[in-house]
């Protein structure tokens, strides 16, 4: 074969080859994904993040989290006219009531795909209403986890009023429109909020109770909300 | 040069039919063309997945179909049915709720399409003859959206003041807007703004805050809009409420009726007769049905032995859905007449998890 039309057909045979790599990597289903996500996601945030948030550690803590509120009480949840001062948390058989009461946390385990092994918390808003942070920012939506999630605690922090959780709620809300805090060690930042973040920040800016353990360090993982002493369980799915 | 031309073509081939097996489901679609009746969506929020079961008059399965859209359908968010076709809104994945389409099932054509609305999880939306009218609050601001069927072309506006939209609906060139709105001093309330359809153009704003804070669907029946209040705003607190609110577009007044159950969370239509399902959708309690005649106000009540957190009325039976099971009603001689259930949860796979989110009706 004449060089000239060999050298033409190799060029040919790369460019087919390039699009069909190009081609096959638009269909797989990471190229989909990836396309829907935040424009603030980085590689080097998400690998600074995972750091934190190995897959096994994480599953083993939801393990010890979940073990730990099945072999301990599970309370009813605050009557209107509670009193931290003097009234205590009432223990109740059972797994107490899917929660409706502005104010009172949420916290799932589960797992979501190709994100942070870390389940995910909230914070009741209204009866049918809940507020939690996520990548694209703070939302208002169905207070559907007692469907939607695998699993689910309800838990109310023992030493606030009713009012002072529906405060805290109405605190969450003010920080609408900040972007997602990826350095999950940063939790003194107000600029930008991670889903625990957001939960743990509106107790310890408006009454200066701090709902994080030991756990992560100065990390707040969403089931650490549950695993605190400052938090009575009040349901479990 | 002969080798060079069948390479290309080969390879050209080759890229094709890649291309069309990418596009295509893999599965028979033309199953929505067969008969069956109502159709039972199981979905996760986990990854974007979600299976259709179809199910016969006689409640055995016809098929299920499998779709890469995560957390579709929702008891507060209920598929809607409109000329043949189906829309249900899927959420994606729970932690990003980054899907911006309505989920469209052309049941005389057999095939399904996903309208972008260009609303990230869209939390209420309403299908009319022309539109989809959808909403969504993110970082403070609550957006509406109207996307044209005919062409898919989408209009935004924001709402101002809005913590939330409950419910929407149109009747008449007029689209209204169930709002919950929230003070500075934590205190809930509710608004009912009217907007002209065509041009999104204010034409009224009421406060509804004495009817309610959270509410069922909207229904209308001659020029009355029908809907259940579930919650109200009382002493600082949200409490159960058990009333029917019933808006005179004419006359602008609002009447409440009084029911024998409280939460009346979802509301059917057929002819005179209103169907009230009483479930708190959030705390997965269930309780009964009233039925309420519209025009002679007679009001019974029945008590359900199983749960039920949807209901559909069509041509004299009553389906009604629970996280578990499908449950059918003949309505005839204005009586709730227990005819028939299965079991229809049919993924049952540890990882994802999927529950069942919704149903529609042929």
């Given amino acids: 074969m004449h060089k000239s039309k060999r050298n033409t057909i190799s060029h040919l045979i790369a460019i087919l080859v390039v699009v069909v790599l190009a081609f096959s990597t638009m269909l797989s289903p990471a190229y989909a994904n990836s ?8 590689l080097e945030k998400r690998f600074a993040a995972a750091d934190i948030y190995d897959e096994g550690s994480c599953d083993d803590y939801a393990r010890a989290v979940s073990d730990m509120v099945l072999s301990s009480t599970v309370f009813a949840d605050k009557s209107e006219n509670f009193d931290p001062r003097s009234d205590q948390l009432t223990a109740v058989r059972g797994f107490g009531t899917y929660p409706t009461r502005r104010g009172v946390i949420l916290v799932t385990d589960d797992k979501y795909k190709n994100l942070f092994p870390t389940g995910h918390a909230g914070i009741v808003a209204s009866s049918s209403t809940i507020i939690d942070s996520l990548a694209d920012g703070v939302k208002i939506r169905a207070n559907n986890w007692n469907t939607a999630h695998k699993t689910c605690y309800g838990v109310t922090v023992g030493s606030t009023t009713v009012a002072q959780d529906a405060q805290a709620v109405d605190w969450c809300g003010t920080k609408t429109g900040k972007p997602y805090n990826y350095d999950f060690s940063n939790v003194s930042t107000r600029s930008k909020f991670y889903c625990s973040q957001l939960v743990w920040a509106a107790f310890k800016d408006k009454f200066g109770i701090d709902l994080n353990t030991s756990a992560y360090g100065a990390v707040v993982h969403p089931s650490e909300l549950v695993s605190t002493p400052k938090t009575g369980t009040i349901y479990v799915k | 040069m002969k080798q060079l031309r069948n390479f290309l073509l080969i390879t050209a081939s080759a890229l094709c039919i890649f291309a069309c097996s990418s596009c295509v489901s893999g599965q028979d679609e033309s199953a929505y063309l067969d008969d069956f009746r109502i159709g039972v969506i199981e979905t996760t929020g986990q990854e974007n997945k979600t299976s259709i079961s179809l199910y016969n008059e006689s409640l055995d399965l016809v098929t299920s179909l499998d779709y890469k859209l995560g957390s579709m359908g929702s008891f507060f968010c209920l598929p809607q049915k409109k000329d043949n076709k ?11 709720s980054d899907l911006t389409v309505v989920f469209c099932i052309d049941l005389t054509k057999g095939t399904t399409e996903e309208i972008d609305i260009g609303l990230r999880g869209a939390t209420a939306f309403f299908v009319n003859d022309d539109y989809i009218f959808s909403s969504v609050s993110w970082n403070g601001e609550t957006s509406l959206s109207r996307t044209s069927l005919l062409d898919h072309k989408t209009d935004h506006t924001s709402l101002d003041s809005v913590f939330f939209v409950n419910q929407i609906y149109t009747y008449n060139n007029r689209l209204f807007l169930l709002c919950m709105t929230s003070t500075d001093s934590g205190s809930l309330g509710s608004r009912l703004i009217e907007l002209d359809t065509e041009s999104l153009a204010l ?71 209103l169907y009230i399902l009483h479930a708190s959708l959030p705390t997965q309690e269930s309780f009964g049905i009233s039925v309420f005649n519209l025009d002679t ?11 039920a957190f949807q209901i559909i009325v069509k041509d004299n039976m009553l389906y009604s859905l629970g996280n578990t099971s499908l449950y059918t009603y003949d309505l005839s001689d204005d009586k709730l007449t227990f005819v028939s259930e299965a079991y229809v949860k049919q993924r049952t796979e540890k990882q994802p998890y999927y529950y069942v989110s919704s149903m529609f009706v042929n």
């Fill in chain 2, 297 to 307: 106000h007679r009001l019974v009540y029945y008590e359900l032995s199983h749960e």
């Fill in chain 2, 203 to 273: 034409i009224n704003e009421t406060d509804f805050s004495e009817f309610g804070v959270s509410f069922s669907n909207i229904t209308h029946y001659k020029e009355t809009l029908v809907f259940g209040s579930v919650h109200r705003w009382s002493d600082m607190l949200e409490v159960d409420d058990q009333r029917l609110v019933l808006y005179d577009l004419s006359t602008n007044s609002v009447a409440t009726i009084d029911l024998a159950m409280k939460y009346p969370a979802q509301l059917a239509l057929e002819k005179a007769s």
């Fill in chain 1, 35 to 42: 396309a829907s996500k935040n424009k603030e996601t980085s």
């Fill in chain 2, 86 to 96: 189906v829309y249900v809104v899927p959420e994606g994945i729970s932690t990003l």
